[in-house]
């Protein structure tokens, strides 16, 4: 016989863990498949004010605030001798004012396990391997862990698979993203960091001196031990072929205020790679499903607004779902897939800026007025959503005429 289920949902990640509980507070029967064992680890340690909003809506916050990770109060960011700095403090929505630097391994297993203790149903090393979506019904084909096939029948399929993007796959949804192919080498240090330029409850983004679309993050952890990592075209990388440890010494070594700050640090952590991460689909949504977090689009980890947009959209499309499961009339394109397009599109047009160095030249300029760095500081902390802040209604036009009044002044 058939499993018969309301919502299954692909994948205990951010987003995944979110829409689940959100799901389950409502009176919703939901169960979870994922497709490895917690803790496991993903990148994306820099969390953004914003999502702690929905980690509230999911009823999580008490956890994560009592865990013990590294607060963090705003962004920093430095090219050569210019240094500007970003305060969640002064960011002109009225919202949460700090977030968290976090170990993946531990923060999502935090959420998984939270969702869990408020009844969500979670089945580790369950791999959704096919998918049959009919008019009444969603058929999931399942392996788990001793390899036995079974199947799952849903009203609705919720796909939080992240980088495995199982429905973009299966349904041939993909389409290319308008980003070029990136790749990022990185590794977590034992930091010993004392040089005072460094502020522990910020991330710090580095411009490389010589190649503008190179950067790095320097996340710390609560621990003495940091993240970090270098982000830049792929070419710029072949030279290094699988030395991964070369490649990320050599873009530290010939910038020299990253070097002087992390000039103490052990290296005691073999160094990953991921290329090619960003990913767009044709549609967020379809017959009895929806698209969350990295399952859709991802666009570049400069603003680390990844797991934002993952918690935004799981919030959004958890609670059209549970009004669609009590028999209402739901619009998944006016009321998901359009509102969070909108703040992914803001994002992207501060992400192509900071490569085009029209948003970059704004970060860097030191007159900006003070209300211009608060809608600033807005969109780093997350707010990307908040049409009051004339950088989200208007992002492309105000982008422009203020990266034109930086290079006029
Ligand atoms: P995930 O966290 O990837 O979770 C998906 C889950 O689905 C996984 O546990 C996986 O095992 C499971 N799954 C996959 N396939 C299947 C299947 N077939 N069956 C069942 N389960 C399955 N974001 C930030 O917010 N801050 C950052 O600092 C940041 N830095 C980044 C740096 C880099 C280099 C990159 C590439 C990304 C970065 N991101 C960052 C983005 C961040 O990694 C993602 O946006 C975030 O992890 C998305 O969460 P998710 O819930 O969509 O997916």
Not at 140 to 155: C, M, N, P, R
Not at 221 to 232: A, L
Not at 252 to 277: E, Q
Not at 402 to 409: N, T
Request: charged share 25%; with cysteine; proline share 3%.
């Amino acid at each position: 016989m058939i499993e018969q289920r309301r919502v299954v949902v692909i994948g205990a990640g951010p987003s995944g863990a979110i829409a689940a509980a959100i799901l389950k507070r409502k009176g919703n029967d939901v169960l979870v498949l994922e497709k490895q064992t917690f803790p496991r680890f993903s990148i994306g340690e820099s969390l953004l004010p914003h999502c702690l909003d929905f980690i509230e809506e999911a009823g999580m916050l008490p956890q994560v605030e009592n865990y013990g990770f590294q607060i963090k109060n705003g962004a920093a960011f430095a090219r050569g001798d210019e240094y500007s700095i970003f305060d969640f403090g002064d960011a002109f929505t009225d919202g949460k004012k700090y977030a968290y630097e976090i170990r993946r391994a531990e923060f999502d297993k935090l959420l998984a396990d939270s969702a869990a203790e408020q009844g969500v149903e979670i089945r580790y090393q369950h791999e959704i391997i096919t998918t049959n979506f009919q008019e009444d019904s969603a058929r999931l084909t399942v392996k788990d862990q001793q390899g036995e096939i079974y199947q799952v029948q849903a009203e609705f399929v919720l796909d939080a698979s992240g980088y495995g993007r199982v429905l973009a796959r299966l349904l041939a949804l993909e389409t290319p993203s308008e980003l070029p192919v990136r790749q990022a080498v990185f590794t977590h240090i034992e930091d010993r960091i004392t040089h005072p330029a460094f502020e522990r409850d910020k991330i710090l983004i580095t411009v490389h001196p010589e190649l503008n679309d190179v950067w790095f993050w320097l996340i710390p952890f609560s621990d003495g031990r940091s993240s970090i990592g270098v982000v830049g075209l792929d070419r710029y990388f072949s030279q290094f072929g699988d030395d991964l440890s070369a490649c990320l010494h050599h873009f530290v070594d010939t910038t020299p205020s990253l070097k002087r700050i992390v000039s103490d640090a052990k290296w005691d952590t073999p160094c990953s790679k991921l290329f090619g991460y960003s990913a767009n689909v044709k549609q967020l949504f379809g017959q009895r499903f929806a698209l969350l977090g990295n399952s859709a689009e991802f666009l570049d980890p400069v603003f680390s607004s990844g797991v934002t947009i993952a918690m935004h959209g799981a919030s959004l499309a958890a609670n059209l779902l549970d009004r669609q499961l009590r028999g209402q009339q739901v619009d998944w394109k006016s009321e998901f897939a359009d509102p969070l397009q909108q703040g992914v599109d803001t994002f992207k047009t501060y992400v192509m800026g900071w490569y085009d160095l029209s948003f970059q030249r704004a970060v860097f300029w030191q007159n900006k007025s003070r209300h211009i760095e608060r809608m600033i500081s807005s969109l780093l902390a997350g707010y990307a959503w908040d049409e009051n802040n004339p950088f989200v209604a208007d992002h492309k036009a105000k982008l422009a005429a203020l990266s034109q009044f930086c290079v006029e002044k």
